[in-house]
């Protein structure tokens, strides 16, 4: 089967930089996505990472470590409207089929 | 360029019933994957289906069935409703040729009572 752990909860206050951390077992391995959904929205893409490193946009970046089937979404100088909950995913192969993790709900606070 | 459409947005049914929910892909998308999301489990993933064919099958017992139009309009079926399929169903398109981004609609709150 496939699994993701990211943590259920994190609060930070504006400007901060915190980071979601994400392990994953899967049986097959194409990549980690990164999504956000605020309360009562639908869930956006954020980032993708393929390769092991660093991807960055804009205050957002994610990174992956493939041979620790692990990776990170890391958000800096905070904002309100970074309060949301925040989801890892494997995708099952090259359409829309992905696998989440439960989801980490950032609360950002002044 | 529109967004993915999903009718209707919210939708009440008792036990026993069945319901279909419709999604209106991005133009020119031809994956289209429903999810169930619940406060408990997340988000979990249904089916996902590729001009027409059901491409991969998620977790969920054969009461949950969908299909795929040809002109990438897919929906989906939920038979004899139980009390535990209330939740938030979400249907999410993208070209189905490459894993990088899946477009979400606002989704389906169906309450069953």
């Known amino acids: 089967g496939q699994s993701l752990e990211q943590p259920s909860e994190v609060t930070a206050v504006e400007g901060a930089i915190v980071q979601i951390n994400c392990t994953y077992q899967?049986?097959?391995?194409?990549?980690l996505s990164w999504y956000q959904q605020h309360d009562g929205g639908a869930p956006t893409f954020l980032s993708y990472n393929a390769l092991d490193g660093l991807e960055e946009t804009g205050r957002f970046s994610s990174f992956l470590s493939r041979s620790d089937s692990y990776g990170y979404l890391l958000l800096q100088e905070l904002q309100m409207k970074d309060s949301a909950s925040y989801f890892c995913?494997?995708?099952?192969?090259?359409?829309?089929?992905?696998?989440f993790g439960k989801g980490t709900t950032l609360s950002v606070s002044s | 360029k529109a967004g993915v459409t999903q009718t209707p947005r919210y939708l009440i049914k008792t036990r026993g019933q069945q319901v279909t929910l419709s999604c209106s892909p991005i133009?020119?998308?031809?994956?289209v994957s429903w999810y169930q999301q619940t406060p408990g489990q997340g988000l979990q993933f249904l089916f996902e289906?590729?001009?027409?064919?059901?491409?991969n099958k998620g977790n969920f017992p054969g009461r949950f069935s969908g299909r795929q139009f040809s002109n990438s309009r897919s929906e989906m079926n939920v038979s004899t409703l139980e009390l535990g399929d209330s939740a938030l169903y979400l249907c999410?398109?993208?070209?189905?040729?490459?894993?990088?981004?899946?477009?979400f609609g606002q989704g389906t709150r169906l309450t069953v009572v």
């Open positions: 133009s020119g998308h031809r994956s």
């Open positions: 995913a494997v995708p099952g192969g090259a359409g829309t089929a992905l696998i």
């Open positions: 999410a398109s993208g070209t189905g040729t490459e894993n990088t981004e899946a477009f």
């Open positions: 289906y590729f001009s027409e064919t059901q491409r």
């Open positions: 899967t049986s097959g391995f194409y990549g």
